[in-house]
């Protein structure tokens, strides 16, 4: 099963210290390289910091555009992992493995797989 | 042999029913990988013993027969009901055709109750779906019945049920007991249940009832379960043997009336002292182990108040010596205020109010009662009148539960009094 991993901190690469965003980047590239061998790896990558985000809705067939991102909060979502587990507690264990999870938090949720879904988004 | 009467015959069904289903319910689960279709699975073996014990007898491992007859009543369900749905799911129903005689040996049901206390009490649940869902699968309560001992309506009661068992089915929380690594933290989840549980029906938290004995009973029973389950596990014993000093005291501890009655009035010859002995024996076993904590030693704080032949000869430095391990290990202002007021029985009055103050000043506890009838208490029994009654007032605005708020009642009108 995939489970999605939304990484969430106080601050993003971009915001932090030189040294700490290298130290920090050494992290992910050690846990990267290390889900991969051990098979959990799936897709991943950083999100530009919540500035650069925009919130769309589309209403009666017009697009009305918002700076930011959908919720602001303290903490903001920085990168996401998506990984392949057994189980929750497969995926538990994965994802206290993330750097960022000793900053600030990562959000786990199942990733729907199921034949409706599938079937409806046209994939197989 | 003698033959047996009919009604023995179905008083024997009945006992097996009550010592067999939560084990056997357990296992199906594994089995059939679902609560639901493990339940129907349950309902249809014991249907099928009411019909074939009768005449064939009871068969020698009546579990064995039970979850066997389960699991096949549950895969001629799945195949009637395959032949009109798609086959989408056939890869997930696997495991319930593939016969493994290891699978009916008792070793292996036994863990199956110990994964299925961890999967219902697991840390992604809230804690509300994990006391609903372990009080309904692994007590056997029914839905009306939490409902009832949680005051809350019994359409709640089933939502929680549901959302929790869909949710373990689609974020895949397994049947599993956590690898040694992660026990400690999980087992954690577990004790919190359990005392919940306890809580719940040892002091209500609202309403008239002090006590809904039945919930108590419920989870001291499931302590013991899990200490038979992990018996080495320091403070599963330490739980055990806290609830059992503390249910010790429930005839003393209300008057017939439902007040009431603080532990230093209580009349001692009312303790059970079954109880007390039993579970002084499971504190020294508890402490003897590497690795207690909380639970274990408020069980060792309960096992001195238990020892004590009178109140007044309890042994405080001994309270309060407890207290500050306790302290060093869980900090909590909960404990800083217990603590506080064993230092007020070694050290006098002013001594407690002096670390309440502390309390206070820092904003710790401002919603509990206890802390402003503790600190009503010193007042009092300093002589200083008008702090004492303010501070009661305090508290009873605070306080819930009925009989507490009696109890301040008339302390404030003995002081008004005076």
Not at chain 1, 43 to 51: A, T, Y
Not at chain 2, 53 to 68: C, E, F, H, K, T
């Amino acid at each position: 099963m995939k489970y999605l991993c939304l990484i969430c901190a106080e601050k993003v690469m971009e915001q932090m210290p030189q040294a700490d965003a290298d130290e920090h980047y050494e992290e992910y590239r050690e846990f990267t390289s290390n889900i991969r061998k051990s098979g959990h790896f799936v897709d991943c990558n950083r999100l530009l910091p919540p500035s650069a985000a925009i919130t769309i809705r589309v209403r009666k067939g017009k697009i009305s555009s918002m700076d930011g991102p959908f919720v602001e909060t303290k903490e903001q979502l920085g990168g996401y992992y998506v990984i392949e587990a057994r189980d929750l507690n497969e995926a538990i264990q994965v994802a206290a493995k993330i750097p960022g999870a000793a900053r600030g938090c990562v959000e786990i949720r199942p990733i729907a797989n199921d034949a409706q879904t599938l079937d409806v988004l046209g994939l197989d | 042999m003698v033959e047996e009467s009919e009604q023995d015959f179905s008083k024997k069904l009945e006992q097996l029913y009550r010592n067999e289903f939560r084990r056997v319910l357990a296992t199906l689960i594994r089995l059939l990988g679902d609560f639901d279709q493990a339940e129907e699975a349950l309902h249809d073996a014991f249907k099928a013993a009411l019909e074939q014990w009768p005449q064939q007898g009871i068969p020698d491992n009546p579990r064995a027969w039970l979850v066997s007859v389960g699991r096949f009543k549950a895969i001629d369900k799945f195949r009637r009901d395959a032949r009109f749905d798609t086959f989408d799911e056939i890869p997930e129903q696997l495991d319930a055709f593939i016969v493994n005689p290891e699978d009916e040996q008792d070793e292996c049901l036994e863990d199956d109750q110990l994964r299925l206390i961890f999967t219902c009490c697991h840390p992604s649940l809230s804690v509300e779906a994990q006391v609903a869902l372990t009080l309904r699968e692994i007590c056997g309560l029914t839905t009306e019945e939490i409902a009832r001992a949680f005051l809350i309506a019994p359409k709640t009661a089933a939502q929680r049920i549901v959302r929790a068992k869909a949710k373990i089915r689609d974020a895949r929380i397994p049947y599993e007991v956590p690898a040694h690594e992660q026990l400690p933290e999980r087992l954690n989840s577990v004790l919190q249940v359990i005392y919940l549980v306890f809580n719940e029906g040892y002091s209500a938290s609202s309403g008239h009832a002090l006590t809904r004995h039945d919930l108590s009973a419920e989870a001291i029973r499931l302590g013991k379960l899990l200490m038979e389950l992990l018996p080495s596990e320091p403070e599963i014993l330490g739980i055990v043997a806290l609830m059992l000093l503390q249910d010790s005291r429930r005839a003393a501890r209300t008057t017939s009336e439902g007040d009431l009655i603080l532990l230093n009035e209580q009349d001692r010859t009312l303790w059970n002292w079954d109880q007390i002995s039993e579970g002084v024996t499971l504190v020294r076993r508890a402490l003897s182990l590497s690795g207690f904590g909380a639970y274990t030693l408020q069980a060792a704080i309960a096992a001195v108040h238990a020892e004590a032949p009178s109140a007044d000869k309890t042994d405080w430095r001994e309270i309060t010596g407890l207290y500050d391990v306790l302290l060093r290990i869980y900090p909590s202002p909960v404990v800083e205020l217990n603590r506080a007021v064993a230092i007020a029985m070694c050290d006098g009055p002013e001594a407690g109010l002096a670390l309440i103050e502390v309390l206070i000043s820092q904003g710790q506890l401002e919603d509990y009662h206890f802390l402003y009838a503790a600190q009503a208490d010193f007042h009092r029994r300093l002589g200083q009148t008008d702090q004492a009654i303010l501070a009661y007032q305090h508290a009873l605005k605070l306080a819930q539960q009925e009989p507490e708020r009696r109890f301040l009642q008339k302390r404030l009108a003995e002081l008004h009094n005076k």
